[in-house]
């Protein structure tokens, strides 16, 4: 692939050629700097670039230019190449127009003039925006081909798991392409059940293979490397993750097990507009991304796919069996599972089950579903932002809420940004009464209050209802509540009586177990408020406690 394009853009001689010097120093190796003294001799650089089929990775455009302002620019260049990254240089003066374009042309990044030493105030900023722009846009594919049936829940799995953990692949549907169809082919053929077939770059294959065989192929790690940590997390939520930065980061031998992929369900989030500090919002993928890097920098060990399925205790240590039989000790375990999509008892729901019904926002099925009607039901944050994603690629997104208000359940911003669609229709007072369908999916009956029942065709179905914890296999060792989740701290003594069994003489930690040195954090956790931000702030805090707790071991 050839070299990625910076594109500079500023009508002052000088300024331009002190862009253009710094952006050579820091990214010319690996960048091609092209430059342009206004904004329509840009945008023809631009169209000639998309001609070639030359990829664009950032634009660092100047406001105040004569004829063609920096924004106006941008809205035409983002037509061309959507996916590149956009910054403005902006004067004081001119910030609110740099605020004004986060809306309109989805601007990335402002920065004020001058940005001198740009060690500190210009290369941090495009460094970051560079490497999201390389995680969302490939080279020319050259990587692993998924080969499958889109209906087929084993495919669905597995596209799920490999987007999920952020790994480039090419699907190819063998009833819809016919590089696919010679491709398996080629390989022998085999019946749809047998399917998805997995074509490494290398020439090797997996036939029907399960997410752990993939992980190991790949070279995700599925298997610790020592016996022995001083602090294992289960769980690879927001909680998860910061809880294994500040922990490595501060000393601890840490290692996190995770079942699916790092960033739990806030990592199929299409967009998180209300996290502190991103202005322009960022995607869940993108912050599981960051912090599995950030937590990759501190030596933090993890397995992924990978599940616990027995803990037990014996002092001074906590120990965890994995599913694979192999057993991990530590003395401190955190605790941060997360919590699963409730599932419906609808009549065809559990048949249909990834085969057209998803539970969650699957990401994975946005371009199967263009120009097609997608269905969503639920009335949360979860079901709003999906709204908002699939309406890029489907004709028509209809929410099905059961509520009368989408007040009651979603945020203010993501109602009214739901309510500017044209193309999303809100159904409330309603609930989905039947699914049907051979294959996949076909239809889906619709009951609204005070009006007859209606069957109407639908292909896609995503499901976000609420949550519940998936905690049983510690019943019996972990104190919970009648719904499963787990109690911690205060919520241990409603009668100021410590935990029965409880042998240290203090009272349990703000975030301690019925256990003493097994700690709970995030959505798993009783009363614990369900954002991303709350979960980032209760696993930075257990390890506060975890030290504490070290302390007295």
């Known amino acids: 692939m050839a070299k990625p394009v910076i594109l500079a853009v500023d009508d002052d001689t000088e300024v331009l050629r002190a862009v253009e010097r710094d952006l050579r120093r820091q990214y010319g190796r690996e960048y091609r700097v092209l430059s342009a003294d206004r904004g329509e001799a840009a945008l023809e650089t631009v169209r000639q670039l998309r001609l070639r089929g030359d990829p664009v990775a950032l634009f660092l455009v100047d406001q105040r230019m004569p004829g063609m302002s920096g924004v ?5 260049a983002k037509t061309l190449y959507d996916e590149a990254r956009r910054v403005l240089l902006t004067a004081y003066a001119d910030t609110q127009a740099a605020i004004h374009a986060i809306n309109e042309v989805r601007l990335d990044h402002y920065l004020l003039k001058p940005w001198e030493p740009p060690e500190e105030r210009l290369y941090p900023v495009l460094t970051d925006l560079l490497e999201e722009w390389w995680a ?30 952020q790994v480039p692949y090419q699907w190819l549907d063998v009833e819809a392409s016919d590089e696919g169809r010679l491709l398996l082919a080629q390989a022998g053929g085999a019946a749809v059940e047998k399917l998805p077939l997995v074509l490494f770059p290398d020439g090797t294959r997996l036939m029907g293979p399960s997410t752990l065989e993939v992980a190991e192929r790949i070279g995700l790690k599925v298997r610790a490397t020592k016996p022995f940590y001083d602090l294992v997390i289960i769980g690879g939520g927001p909680a998860g993750l910061a809880a294994a930065v500040y922990g490595a980061s501060e000393g601890l031998g840490t290692v996190m097990v995770e079942r699916s992929a790092p960033g ?30 950030q937590a990759a920098r501190f030596g933090v060990e993890i397995l992924t796919p990978q599940e616990v399925s027995h803990l037990r205790v014996e002092d001074p240590y906590r120990i965890v069996t ?14 941060a599972m997360g919590v699963q999509w409730k599932k419906l008892s609808t009549p065809g729901m559990e048949a249909l089950t990834g085969a057209g019904v998803y539970y969650g926002s699957s990401r994975t099925e946005a371009l199967s579903c263009k120009d097609e009607e997608v269905y969503i039901i639920g009335g949360a944050n979860s079901a709003g932002q999906a709204a908002l994603y699939f309406a890029q690629f489907a004709r028509r997104v209809t929410l099905v809420v059961r509520g009368d208000s989408l ?16 193309n999303v229709t809100v159904l409330l007072d309603t609930e989905v009464t039947r699914v049907e369908g051979g294959a996949h999916l076909e239809s889906v009956t619709l009951a609204t209050r005070g009006q007859p029942e209606r069957t109407v065709p639908a292909s896609t179905l995503f499901v976000m209802i609420g949550a519940v914890p998936r905690t ?24 100021g009586q410590r935990p029965k069994g409880w042998k240290p003489e203090r009272a349990p930690f703000l975030l301690e177990t019925s256990v003493p040195g097994i700690f709970a954090a995030g959505d798993v956790r009783h009363a614990s408020i369900k954002r991303v931000a709350s979960g980032v702030g209760e696993g930075s805090i257990a390890i506060s ?8 071991v």
Request: hydrophobic share 40%; glycine share 10%.
């Open 72 to 76: 106006e620019f941008l809205e035409q």
């Open 472 to 495: 049983e296999w510690l019943d019996g060792l972990v104190a919970r509540d009648e719904r499963g989740y787990i109690l911690t701290g205060p919520d241990l003594m409603p009668a």
């Open 407 to 422: 007040e009651k359940g979603m945020s203010h911003y993501l109602v009214e940004q739901v309510r500017s669609l044209s």
């Open 545 to 552: 406690f975890i030290h504490q707790y070290l302390s007295e």
């Open 264 to 293: 739990g369900q806030a990592g199929t989030s299409s967009r998180i507009e209300n996290y502190l500090g991103f202005p322009a919002g960022l995607s869940g993928s993108d912050l599981a991304r960051r912090a599995v890097a």
């Open 136 to 165: 969302h846009h490939p080279p020319t594919f050259e990587g692993i081909r998924v080969l499958g049936n889109r209906w087929a829940p084993r495919s669905h799995a597995l596209r799920d798991f490999l987007g999920s953990n």
């Open 322 to 335: 994995l599913a694979d039989g192999t057993e991990l000790s530590c003395h401190a375990l955190l605790l």
